[in-house]
């Protein structure tokens, strides 16, 4: 009977062990972005993602050019890669004790990518109209740390008892039409909405991924199981050739980018008051809604076990090498028991998906004409999960031609993020860029990286 437990962690086992942990990182990483310092930044008209009634700038036109206008990206992880080990000259050595040490009991990495195709805001003196397409692609992840033990330690601690784990991963592909409206009711009090239109384009989302591993108390048998329940939307063909090992995957773009097969819906509301002279409060709701899977949606479920209790070896005659016979078979039939525990079953069943919904809560002091301090705190909620960042910002405005806003984020549990967001417009065309942690230069030391630029072009001026 073999036991998996590393004894040589400088070796060839742990850079086997490495790599495969490597691995399972790398499938994790590609929810939401934090851009809390957006809300605030003055003279960028996307702040309105943020909340529908507030507008920083004053023109009248403003059109987002395709792709240009706001390429949007955010890693975001319980961890850093500080916690993982250490980084010299450019090569990271993972320490498995400490990582397992440093980070929580239950950890999670999220990766969201948004973009517009299409964005356009008009405003009149007193109200407001938009309309945007826009792509938004998001993952995210989530282990236990007994997970990173076993990847260490193999499953020696677990002798005479179980071992078990949960596995969650969650993808969500889908295009966003979005039609806005904004009014101001008085010189205090502002409110808008938006209304989206989604069409899904292919999902995966982890309802239960259970793994367990049983070893007898003298070492007689190892007894693995595996459950799980999957929805999946995968709107390409998979074909398969002549024989048993040839295949091939046909994937039609054009079918996949125009698929509205699969569609939702959801709503974006918000409003600002002012309560005294220069106090600003403000709240908005984003993205309150869901995407209904029909096409190519499927529920799949797997639910087996195994026991392996060695290798017979008593045949093994050639000493320069393995035979074919026995060493061949007993491996070939492990595997054969893996995939068979692992291996879904698959039905065709609808079945709905929540995207990620933000509650933000704001005020603003307005200091002097071209200086504002600023406080945001932002809820974000997606498959039963909760997280919240805290911004503190100064905010600068010289006219229209040059904005700035720095600050402060508390982002969940982590507390070193300084974010800044800068605008400059020359002529009709507005550059603007903004992170909420610009420490994420340092890559080692931050669990968070987000970044968002582009340019608008904009046009007329009017009094609000």
Same mark, same amino acid.
């Given at each position: 009977?073999?036991? !998996?437990?590393?004894?040589?962690?400088?070796?060839?086992?742990?850079?086997?062990?490495?790599?495969?942990?490597?691995?399972?990182?790398?499938?994790?990483?590609?929810?939401?972005?934090?851009? $809390?310092? %957006?809300?605030?930044?003055?003279?960028?008209?996307?702040?309105?993602?943020?909340?529908?009634?507030?507008?920083?700038?004053? +023109?009248?036109?403003?059109?987002?050019?395709?792709?240009?206008?706001?390429?949007?990206?955010?890693?975001?992880?319980?961890?850093?890669?500080?916690?993982?080990?250490?980084?010299?000259?450019?090569?990271?050595?993972?320490?498995?004790?400490?990582?397992?040490?440093?980070?929580? @009991?239950?950890?999670?990495?999220?990766?969201?990518?948004?973009?517009?195709?299409?964005?356009?805001?008009?405003?009149?003196?007193?109200?407001?109209?938009?309309?945007?397409?826009?792509? =938004?692609? #998001?993952?995210?992840?989530?282990?236990?740390? $007994?997970?990173?033990?076993?990847?260490?330690?193999?499953?020696?601690?677990?002798?005479?008892?179980?071992?078990?784990?949960?596995?969650?991963?969650?993808?969500?592909?889908?295009?966003?039409?979005?039609?806005?409206?904004?009014?101001?009711?008085?010189? @205090?009090?502002?409110?808008?909405?938006?209304?989206?239109?989604?069409?899904?384009?292919?999902? !995966?989302?982890?309802?239960?991924?259970?793994?367990?591993?049983?070893?007898?108390?003298?070492?007689?048998?190892?007894?693995?199981?595996?459950?799980?329940?999957?929805?999946?939307?995968?709107?390409?063909?998979?074909?398969?050739?002549?024989?048993?090992?040839?295949? $091939?995957?046909?994937?039609?773009?054009?079918?996949?980018?125009?698929?509205?097969?699969?569609?939702?819906?959801?709503?974006?509301?918000?409003?600002?008051?002012?309560?005294?002279?220069?106090?600003?409060?403000?709240?908005?709701?984003?993205?309150?809604?869901?995407?209904?899977?029909?096409?190519?949606?499927?529920?799949?479920?797997? $639910?087996?076990?195994?026991?392996?209790?060695?290798?017979? #070896?008593?045949?093994?005659?050639?000493? +320069?090498?393995?035979?074919?016979?026995?060493?061949?078979?007993?491996?070939?039939?492990?595997?054969?028991?893996?995939?068979?525990?692992?291996?879904?079953?698959?039905?065709?069943?609808?079945?709905?998906?929540?995207?990620?919904?933000?509650?933000?809560?704001?005020?603003?002091?307005?200091?002097?004409?071209?200086?504002?301090?600023?406080?945001?705190?932002?809820?974000?909620?997606?498959? @039963?999960?909760?997280?919240?960042? #805290?911004?503190?910002?100064?905010?600068?405005?010289?006219? @229209?031609?040059? +904005?700035?806003?720095?600050?402060?984020?508390?982002?969940? =549990?982590?507390?070193?993020?300084?974010?800044?967001?800068?605008?400059?417009?020359?002529?009709?065309?507005?550059?603007?860029? %903004?992170?909420?942690?610009? #420490?994420?230069?340092?890559?080692?030391?931050?669990?968070?990286?987000?970044?968002?630029?582009?340019?608008?072009?904009?046009?007329?001026?009017?009094?609000?």
């Amino acid at each position: 009977m073999l036991i !998996f437990q590393p004894e040589n962690k400088d070796k060839l086992g742990m850079k086997l062990y490495t790599v495969l942990f490597s691995i399972f990182l790398t499938a994790s990483l590609p929810v939401a972005a934090q851009e $809390n310092i %957006l809300y605030f930044l003055e003279n960028t008209p996307q702040s309105t993602y943020s909340n529908p009634a507030h507008f920083t700038d004053k +023109s009248k036109v403003v059109i987002g050019l395709p792709v240009l206008s706001g390429f949007d990206i955010s890693v975001n992880n319980s961890f850093s890669l500080r916690d993982l080990g250490t980084i010299e000259n450019g090569t990271l050595t993972i320490n498995f004790d400490d990582f397992y040490s440093k980070i929580p @009991k239950n950890n999670y990495m999220s990766e969201n990518l948004t973009f517009p195709l299409l964005d356009f805001q008009l405003r009149l003196k007193n109200r407001a109209f938009s309309f945007g397409i826009f792509e =938004n692609q #998001l993952v995210r992840s989530g282990f236990d740390r $007994n997970l990173i033990r076993l990847v260490n330690e193999g499953n020696y601690p677990w002798i005479n008892s179980s071992f078990t784990t949960n596995i969650d991963i969650n993808f969500l592909h889908y295009r966003e039409y979005s039609l806005g409206y904004n009014q101001s009711f008085s010189n @205090k009090l502002t409110v808008g909405s938006r209304v989206k239109l989604l069409a899904g384009m292919s999902a !995966f989302d982890v309802k239960k991924m259970n793994i367990g591993i049983e070893t007898g108390e003298n070492i007689e048998y190892l007894r693995v199981h595996a459950t799980g329940e999957y929805n999946t939307c995968i709107p390409f063909n998979l074909k398969f050739g002549e024989g048993e090992n040839t295949g $091939n995957t046909s994937f039609d773009a054009v079918r996949y980018m125009t698929n509205t097969s699969n569609l939702g819906a959801a709503i974006d509301l918000g409003a600002t008051y002012n309560v005294i002279p220069g106090l600003e409060i403000s709240g908005s709701l984003i993205n309150l809604g869901f995407i209904h899977w029909k096409k190519d949606a499927k529920k799949q479920t797997n $639910n087996g076990s195994f026991t392996w209790k060695g290798f017979d #070896l008593s045949n093994i005659q050639n000493e +320069s090498g393995f035979e074919e016979e026995p060493y061949i078979k007993p491996v070939q039939s492990i595997m054969d028991s893996i995939s068979g525990i692992i291996n879904p079953q698959s039905i065709q069943n609808p079945f709905n998906t929540g995207i990620p919904t933000k509650i933000y809560i704001a005020a603003e002091y307005q200091i002097y004409n071209i200086l504002s301090a600023g406080i945001v705190e932002r809820l974000l909620i997606y498959d @039963k999960q909760v997280s919240n960042a #805290l911004t503190l910002s100064g905010n600068l405005m010289l006219g @229209k031609l040059f +904005s700035l806003s720095a600050g402060y984020s508390i982002i969940d =549990n982590s507390f070193n993020n300084l974010s800044v967001g800068t605008t400059l417009k020359l002529g009709p065309m507005q550059f603007y860029c %903004l992170t909420d942690n610009i #420490l994420a230069l340092n890559i080692k030391n931050t669990q968070n990286y987000n970044i968002r630029f582009g340019m608008n072009l904009m046009f007329g001026q009017i009094q609000r």
